[in-house]
């Protein structure tokens, strides 16, 4: 149990393009949903949380203009990524939890997206 | 503000060979969760220690929690090739209740 999927798996977009990533909890409910965003050799960066029905919590330093997340139901999460910049090229994660916070339950993480911006 | 960190940041080691990583945290943690991400792939859960000095096994994977729970360690005996990928481990931001933060990682490659 406990898959989580995201799609797309890759995107490559122009300049100045918005692009959306779907993360989907397939077997559980998920109470909150996280986005993630990893750079090459490095860790995973916690964007934003997203509750079901109510507005994300966006880590210090991360633009909730750009970075667009909607919690429509509790199995369906989506970042949009508007007006895309080559600086936002990168891998970005969602992973989903039960709880309402990841500090005491296991994180489940979708495949991941493989944004390119030309 | 509070860090995890981890070391070291690559291991490379001959099949066979033992493999450990570090965690420590500026704060004491309430837990740390620990996490394998293979080459191209996404973070799978692999455990999460709450007491004070707990040890638990996985098979050839030990994981230890500190008597102070501020460190944490993940030691593989005789590695296998399957064993390739990057560990991180994971602590709740603020020590207690908060979101996870995690490590850098350490990346393992073994040698067949």
């Known amino acids: 149990g406990a898959v989580v999927s995201q799609h797309p798996s890759w995107v490559i977009c122009k300049s100045g393009t918005s692009v959306k990533i779907e993360c989907r909890s397939l077997?559980?409910?998920?109470?909150?949903m996280f986005w993630y965003r990893q750079f090459p050799k490095q860790s995973l960066m916690l964007m934003a949380t997203?509750?079901?029905?109510?507005?994300?919590?966006?880590e210090q330093g991360v633009e909730k203009d750009k970075f667009l997340i909607n919690h429509a139901s509790l199995t369906l999460s989506t970042l949009t990524v508007t007006s895309a910049h080559p600086e936002d090229s990168s891998f970005y994660i969602c992973?989903?939890?039960?709880?309402?916070?990841?500090?005491?339950?296991?994180?489940?993480f979708g495949n991941g997206t493989r944004l390119t911006v030309t | 503000g509070q860090q995890v960190m981890q070391i070291p940041q690559y291991q490379h080691v001959q099949e066979g060979e033992d493999f450990t990583t570090y965690c420590n945290s500026s704060?004491?943690?309430?837990?740390i969760q620990w996490y394998k991400q293979r080459p191209g792939g996404h973070p799978v859960f692999l455990i999460q220690?709450?007491?004070?000095?707990e040890v638990k096994k996985q098979k050839r994977l030990t994981f230890q929690f500190g008597e102070a729970k501020k460190n944490s360690s993940l030691h593989i005996t005789a590695t296998q090739t399957t064993d390739v990928g990057t560990y991180f481990c994971?602590?709740?931001?603020?020590?207690?209740?908060?979101?996870?933060?995690f490590g850098k990682g350490t990346k393992l490659s073994v040698k067949p």
């Open positions: 992973s989903a939890s039960r709880s309402p916070s990841s500090y005491n339950s296991p994180l489940h």
């Open positions: 077997d559980f409910q998920a109470t909150t």
């Open positions: 997203s509750n079901e029905g109510s507005k994300a919590t966006y």
């Open positions: 704060t004491t943690l309430s837990n």
């Open positions: 220690l709450v007491k004070s000095g």
């Open positions: 994971a602590g709740p931001y603020g020590g207690s209740q908060g979101n996870l933060i």
